[in-house]
């Protein structure tokens, strides 16, 4: 399994930034993916999922600011940020299970200025 995302930046408070992570080697529209960020010092947190059936779940710091997207034909996921703050500054990471195993892809850095 592997996860390639991209779309880092930086941008000031306010401002948009969209991320894409392509996954490949497993049947990608049957899985669940997940956007995780890290910031500096802090455990990794759960920004949102997309289910297999398009359903969607956002950290509540995120709700209203964040979407999370896919598609199926390009088997990838997306992850829309608007309305960014600096508490935003964080690696974003996309996630998927298979066979009971965690991957992850390498992280996209995302700095968001006052």
Request: glycine letters at 8%; charged letters at 20%; hydrophobic letters at 35%.
């Amino acid at each position: 399994v592997q996860l390639q995302a991209s779309g880092r930046g930086l941008v000031q408070s306010g401002g948009s930034l969209r991320l894409s992570c392509v996954v490949s080697r497993i049947m990608f529209s049957h899985y669940d993916i997940d956007w995780y960020r890290q910031a500096p010092g802090r455990q990794r947190e759960l920004v949102a999922t997309i289910t297999s059936d398009f359903k969607t779940n956002y950290a509540d710091s995120v709700k209203g600011r964040i979407t999370i997207s896919r598609d199926n034909y390009q088997d990838t996921v997306y992850l829309q940020m608007s309305n960014l703050k600096p508490e935003d500054t964080a690696d974003y990471l996309c996630h998927v299970i298979h066979r009971g195993r965690a991957f992850w892809g390498q992280g996209t850095l995302v700095t968001v200025s006052s």
